[in-house]
Each structure stands twice: as structure tokens, then as C-alpha cells.
């Protein structure tokens, strides 16, 4: 493999490219040899610089004999014009022919085909069919070796539907199948960061028609650079203390405004002084004050580019939705206007609101705060003059929308995005420091919500401290869980362990677990099972006295029945069905107030999943757990002691799942909080020995 060629040299020397890239790429190239028609997996994160790696993939195979790359895009205008963009700006002035395929010329001469060629195809069937002509009407099918660089490859790219009792390839994959096997020098390399559906093909397809494998042979992993901030610096809060400044809790009910234009419900002209309004006004003020502090920062000049902040609304999807939402944001910012002029004495309450929410997370990122009277004269000029709200909806607007690198353009200091499917997976946006999140589909899947996290990519510290997201409680949730399973993925695969991904399992009616599909899982009570992982119930009430006192008892009895030493702080192994009555007894005792609680079938079905017929107790009696944390008054999700319970439950747990017994002395007062009677707290860890999976006790049919 020659690394001094003229196309990745350049890129080696000036780019900046980093040593870990350029092991990905390189990997890349070596794999691709060894390949035919498998698939090569790119795994990177969302805006982790995907798109740049492949780009030195794509140069260092123009240096070792490849003369044809194939982009496959979303099938977008935005995106589409944004690769476009991206290709001809890196490959300026070094003798590539870079086309969009629906517009390229139809007569290319001997001379042009024999350069090195980039074309960008959208996953459409017009582009699809355009570039199966291309193919046909020139001598590429032999003489030019080629790659095709699949592009959010889990997105159209796969898929299957049932035609008469039979199930057939849908149009955009089978499309994408016919090239891949119309080109005999062809090698496909798969780039995504929510690979599931991927990595859950079959090897092997048999639909009476030739199906070239989806499921990738081997993967090689996308590094993030420096200051790279995604889904655990969001949702990972033991990783990241400063991820609890990041979430603000929006009422559902104001998504719901946002989408119904109902009069009897929210008055349009009382937008700064409504209530149920009140999560979308705050997080419009803060964007104004969070962008102006910024700003300020950077030397107060508006003019300079590197000035120019965002905000992004993304809730619904219909373009009826998108109108109302500007029409909200407008007239909040007309009022706004209205009190520069009548009323500075509202408008500072709202600016020293506003600043007093983002203090918080400046002072913990290490930051100096801003004079307040210079912070509000800089407001008031920002209101009046700074600030855009544009609709992103149309394709042909956002083509129009978009700057000379193919993301959207920040035409003021001030920039507000309203819009829907367009604002998600691969478009670009800078310096984000605001999203409102309310995308609410019946079903939500694994990798569709994590696409629509736009807040990840390169963020420098001081903009992270006035950054927020604006969800509701349920959809943070979510997102705490899908990225679970997101980093679990990725660490299996920088740990070499599991070359086949996330296992994807479900319990089905009765009561035992099977593999299924990740489009199948619903994201509502889900939970990613890996290594040593914790387990339990939390947000529970025990019952009264009188209801408990006989099950504790009973559970005493077969515990002290099984306990050979009789002490009670001890370790032993019992049989599965001992672990399993004993649990199913303690979930007897409680009521749970959590909808993300472990509950009763969900403790019970891992256990027999994880178990192979034995499950070792980690017993500890006397203790006094405060039903919430001291101070933060969160429900207390640690009744177990990392060293005295944690440390002989993850030693035991190797082949078999421990079972940590806490018996709490349930103390009643204020300081504890729960109903007088002991009661038992089940903590279940997960085996060393596990591979990373998804169980998920609620499924789509």
C-alpha cells in the first residue's frame, strides 16, 4: 500500500489529520483488499468527522489503483449539497472530476473518465436510475476499480417488504444492491453511527434474486478528535457532573401549543406572561443572553463570523407545525422589542432570570461571569438587530439556506432554526448552544432519536456553559438510554470483544427471550445489559406494616434456609429458582412510582436469561438508606456500598449473575422517608462474561 502518494500525502502534511485517523484510514484500504462484495463498516459518532476520514479514505485510495468514487447520501437536497460542497473544497486544484450525478454531463469525453472521479448520489431512485445510465453508457464496468462510500449507510439503504405472502428488497436498497453488483472492481464501505439494523442481517439472503451482503464483515472505528462532545458528555452524568446544567424540563403541553393553533388553550400576544408557554420563552431568553455572553467574550465585535450562534426547534415534522412555532417565536421577539421601548424593567427580569440559570454551569465550567448592566445594554441591541428566525423545510430553501462548506448559514449573531426531518441526521449546524427537542413518534427506535442530536460535534468549553437542551422528562430519558447502548457498542468493539455488536433481545408474551430486531424495540422500557452491570428498582414505596411484615418474614426464613454461615452480612450461591421466589417475594412488598423502574417481570426474566441454573446472594441486613439523596432530592439509586456489596457481587458474578439482598430498616420519620417496616432492596449485577445486549420488555408487533 503506497502512504506517499500524491492524494494523502497532501492530507497527511496539511490537513490535520491525526495519528488515529489515519490508522482508521489505512486499516480502511488494507481491509478493502481482502473484501468482494462484504461490506466494510466505518463506525464513527454522530458529527464526530465521519465525513473527513472518509474523505483520506477516499484520497488514499485514489493513490493505490481506485479511479472511482460513489457517495451515497441521504436523499436530501441539504445533505446531497452539502457532501458536494465538502468533496470539490478538499479536492480543489488536484485533478478530480467532482459530480453531482444529476447534474453531470451526459458526454464525457476519454480524456475526463480517464481522472480520478468523485459522484454524489442520493439515495432517490431518480439518482439511482441516473447513475445505472452512467454506469451503462461508459466502459466502467471493468476498467475502472471503484468504491462506494454508503453514507448514513442504515438509512434507506436497507430494508425489506412483503409482496404477496413473499418478502422482497424495497426500490432504494435493491437499486443500491444492482450497482454494487454491476461494477466487477467494486468495494463498499458502510459509514454510520447507529449501525443496528446492519449489524442484525442475515449473512445470507434468499429471495429468488441475488442479494450482496449488508452485514458488514469487519469493522473499523472512526476516532473523535479533540474537544469532541456527544452523547455521554450530554447523558452521562457519573462521566460528566456538568451534564445536569445541560437539561431544562419542558411540559409536554407546551409542545402541544406549539403544535395546535387553539385560542381557548394559549393566546398568541400574552407570550411573554402565559405560563404553559413558559419552557419555550425561557429557552429563547436564554439563547438570546447565552449567545450575547458569548459574544461579549469574544470582544463584543458582531461582525465577526466566528460571532454567530444558534438555536434550534425541532418538534414536529409537519410544515402547518413549523409555521405556528415561527409565528410564536416572531411575535415573542416583537414583544421583546415592544418592552425595549415601554418596559426595560420586565425585559432586565427576564435577562437577570436568564443569567442567573446560566451562571450556574459558568461558574462550574470555570468561567467569570458578565457585567450585568453591560450584559443588558448588549441584550437590548441584540433583540433589536441580531436576531434571524428562519423555517427549514423546503428542499428548496435550504438548498438556498446553505454557506460555501454545505451547512446552514448563520446570517446574524443570532440564529433561530425552526424546522423538522430536514434539521436531523448529517446537516450541519455551528455553534449550537440551544435545541428544543419534542420529536415524539409513536414508536421510538434505537437509531432514529440519537440521529436527531444535533448538539454533538466540536464545542469549545466556554460555549458548552450557556448550552441547553429542552425536552421533556420522558424524552431525556430516552436519550439516557439510547446513548447506553450507543457507547456500549463502541466499547465492545475498542475492547475486541464482540465483532457482531449489541445483541437485540426481547421477552415475548410468554415470558421467555429471543433475538429480535432493533426496528423492532420500543425505546420505553428498555435496558442495556453489559458487563458487571447494576440492576434495580427505583422510585418505589413499600407497602404498609400490615401488608409486608409476613412476606419480609417469609423471605427471611428461605434466606436464612439457604445462608450456610447464618450470619447476616454473608455471600453464597443458591439455584436460580430460590433467586427468582425470593425476588418475586420482595416485589410483593412495594409499589412501584417509576415508569423506568425495573419491575417485577423485567428482575425476573434477566435473571433466567443471564443465569446458567445458579445466581450468587450478596446479603446485607440493618441498613438505613434515605429514600432520597441528601441535599439534591433525587431518588436515591445506591442502596448498595460499592465496596462492601460491589466488590464481592462483581468477584462472584463471572458466569452467573449476583444478586445483592439489602435489607433496609425503613424508617419512617422525615429524614428517611419510608413507612416504618424493613423491607428488602434487590440489586442485581449483571456476569463479566455477558455480551453487551438490549432487552427490551416492550416491543413493536
Not at 381 to 410: C, F, H, P, T, Y
Request: glycine share 6%; aromatic share 8%.
Amino acid at each position: 500500500m503506497d502512504l506517499n502518494g500524491k492524494f494523502y500525502k497532501k492530507r497527511v502534511d496539511s490537513k490535520g489529520y491525526t495519528i488515529d485517523q489515519r490508522k482508521c484510514i489505512e486499516e480502511s484500504i488494507k481491509v478493502l483488499e481482502g473484501l468482494t462484495k462484504e461490506p466494510l463498516m466505518m463506525l464513527g459518532k454522530i458529527q464526530s468527522g465521519k465525513t473527513k476520514t472518509f474523505i483520506g479514505t477516499i484520497a488514499l485510495g485514489f493513490d493505490n489503483e481506485y479511479d472511482l468514487a460513489v457517495v451515497l447520501t441521504k436523499g436530501t437536497n441539504a445533505l446531497s449539497q452539502q457532501t458536494l460542497s465538502r468533496m470539490k473544497n478538499e479536492f480543489k486544484g488536484e485533478n478530480v472530476k467532482i459530480y453531482d450525478i444529476m447534474s453531470m454531463q451526459k458526454n464525457l469525453t476519454i480524456f475526463e473518465l480517464k481522472q480520478k472521479m468523485i459522484i454524489i448520489v442520493k439515495k432517490e431512485k431518480n439518482n439511482l436510475a441516473r447513475f445505472k445510465e452512467f454506469i451503462e453508457s461508459y466502459p466502467l464496468k471493468s476498467n475502472k476499480k471503484c468504491m462506494i462510500i454508503d453514507d448514513e449507510a442504515d438509512f434507506a439503504s436497507v430494508g425489506f417488504e412483503k409482496k404477496n405472502e413473499a418478502f422482497d428488497i424495497r426500490k432504494i436498497a435493491a437499486d443500491i444492491n444492482e450497482i454494487r453488483g454491476t461494477l466487477d472492481e467494486c468495494r463498499f464501505i458502510q459509514v454510520t453511527a447507529t449501525p443496528y439494523s446492519l449489524y442484525l442481517q442475515p449473512e445470507t439472503f434468499e429471495l429468488g434474486t441475488e442479494i450482496y451482503p449488508i452485514k458488514p464483515a469487519h469493522t473499523v472505528l472512526v476516532p473523535s478528535g479533540e474537544g469532541y462532545i456527544g452523547g455521554d458528555y450530554y447523558f452521562n452524568h457519573e462521566q460528566n457532573p456538568l451534564a445536569q446544567y445541560l437539561f431544562e424540563e419542558v411540559d409536554q403541553k407546551e409542545f402541544d401549543i406549539l403544535k395546535n393553533s387553539d385560542r381557548r388553550v394559549f393566546k398568541e400576544e400574552e407570550v411573554l406572561t402565559h405560563k404553559k408557554i413558559s419552557g419555550i420563552r425561557k429557552a429563547v431568553m436564554n439563547f438570546i443572553v447565552g449567545g450575547t455572553i458569548r459574544l461579549l467574550q469574544n470582544g463584543g465585535n458582531e461582525f465577526d463570523e466566528n460571532n454567530r450562534y444558534s438555536l434550534i426547534i425541532h418538534t414536529e415534522i409537519a410544515k402547518s407545525c413549523h409555521t405556528r412555532q415561527e409565528d410564536i417565536i416572531s411575535i415573542l421577539v416583537e414583544k421583546l422589542k415592544e418592552l425595549i421601548e415601554n418596559d426595560k424593567v420586565t425585559l432586565d427580569k427576564f435577562i437577570l432570570e436568564s443569567l442567573e440559570d446560566l451562571n450556574e454551569s459558568i461558574s462550574a465550567y470555570g468561567f467569570n461571569s458578565i457585567d450585568e448592566e453591560t450584559l443588558k445594554q448588549e441584550v437590548y441591541i441584540a433583540i433589536s438587530e441580531r436576531i434571524n428566525i428562519s423555517v427549514v423545510n423546503s428542499e428548496n430553501e435550504v438548498k438556498d439556506m446553505l454557506d460555501e462548506r454545505g451547512q446552514l448559514e448563520l446570517r446574524t449573531p443570532l440564529n433561530i432554526f425552526v424546522g423538522g426531518q430536514i434539521l436531523d441526521r448529517g446537516i450541519t449546524i455551528s455553534n449550537l448552544i440551544g435545541f428544543v427537542y419534542g420529536r415524539r413518534p409513536q414508536k421510538m427506535q434505537q437509531d432514529t432519536v440519537l440521529q436527531h442530536a444535533r448538539m454533538f460535534g466540536y464545542r469549545k468549553p466556554e460555549d458548552l456553559a450557556v448550552t441547553r437542551l429542552y425536552t421533556t422528562k420522558h424524552l431525556y430519558n430516552q436519550m439516557v438510554k439510547i446513548n447506553e447502548f450507543d457507547s456500549a457498542l463502541r466499547k465492545d468493539f475498542e475492547e475486541q470483544k464482540n465483532k457482531e455488536g449489541v445483541i437485540f433481545i426481547r421477552r415475548d408474551v410468554k415470558g421467555s427471550i429471543k433475538p429480535c430486531s432493533p426496528n423492532k424495540i420500543m425505546v420505553s422500557k428498555t435496558h442495556i445489559i453489559k458487563e458487571h452491570r447494576r440492576m434495580l428498582p427505583i422510585g418505589f414505596t413499600p407497602k404498609c406494616k400490615s401488608k409486608i411484615n409476613p412476606i419480609v418474614n417469609k423471605i427471611d426464613k428461605i434466606i436464612m434456609k439457604e445462608n450456610p454461615s447464618h450470619k447476616k452480612q454473608s455471600e453464597f450461591t443458591v439455584n436460580i429458582d430460590v433467586a427468582c421466589e425470593v425476588v418475586d417475594l420482595i416485589y410483593n412488598t412495594i409499589d412501584l412510582d417509576d415508569n423506568y423502574s425495573v419491575d417485577r417481570e423485567t428482575m425476573l426474566s434477566l435473571i433466567n436469561y443471564l443465569s446458567t441454573g445458579k445466581v450468587h446472594l450478596i446479603v446485607r441486613e440493618g441498613r438505613d438508606t434515605k429514600k432520597y439523596t441528601p441535599g439534591a432530592g433525587r431518588l436515591m439509586n445506591s442502596p448498595d456500598n460499592g465496596t462492601q456489596d460491589g466488590i464481592p457481587a462483581k468477584r462472584m458474578a463471572i458466569h452467573n449473575p449476583s444478586l445483592i439482598l439489602i435489607k433496609q430498616n425503613g424508617k419512617s420519620d422525615e429524614e428517611y422517608g419510608w413507612s416504618g417496616a424493613p423491607f428488602w432492596w434487590p440489586v442485581l449485577v449483571t456476569p463479566k462474561n455477558v455480551k453487551s445486549t438490549v432487552y427490551a420488555a416492550d416491543y413493536m408487533k
